[in-house]
């Protein structure tokens, strides 16, 4: 499992939990994470399920260690919401939540800006 793979699921799996806690999701089964990976994320969507389960398994396990994740048995728990910033050097897309340190993910800048709003 290479490092780059590790980080873009990891932040792909960020998206996923923005995204589903934004329509009310908070509570997540460890083993279905891979097929709604690859049913939602166009990069996912041929990938082997077992090899993208093996490949989840370091994700989570980070996600639970910063506390993004709490874990019980296989049932995974948001104890708070993400945040979606934007780096001002590298204009990368970090999704933190409020017990990590607010800094970006990709360059390490601290100097994050919400991300812009739709326009209507």
């Known amino acids: 499992m290479s490092d ?3 980080r873009e699921l990891d932040w792909y799996l960020r998206d996923h939990l923005f995204r589903q806690s934004n329509a009310g999701k ?17 990069r996912y969507k041929n990938a082997d399920l077992q090899q993208l389960s093996q490949l989840m398994d370091p ?4 996600l639970v260690a910063k506390k993004v994740l709490e874990q019980d048995g296989n049932e995974l728990k948001m104890p708070g919401r993400l945040a979606r910033l934007q780096c001002a050097k590298c ?3 970090n999704y ?4 990590e340190q607010r800094m970006c993910l990709r360059c390490q800048h601290s100097e994050l800006h919400d991300f812009p709003k739709k326009k209507a």
């Not at 908070?26 to 166009?42: G, N, T």
């Open 96 to 99: 933190l939540a409020g017990s």
């Open 91 to 93: 204009f990368y897309i």
């Open 26 to 42: 908070s509570s997540f089964r460890r083993e279905s994470l891979p097929s709604e990976m690859a049913a939602i994320y166009l």
């Open 59 to 62: 994700v989570v396990e980070g």
């Open 4 to 6: 780059t793979a590790i």
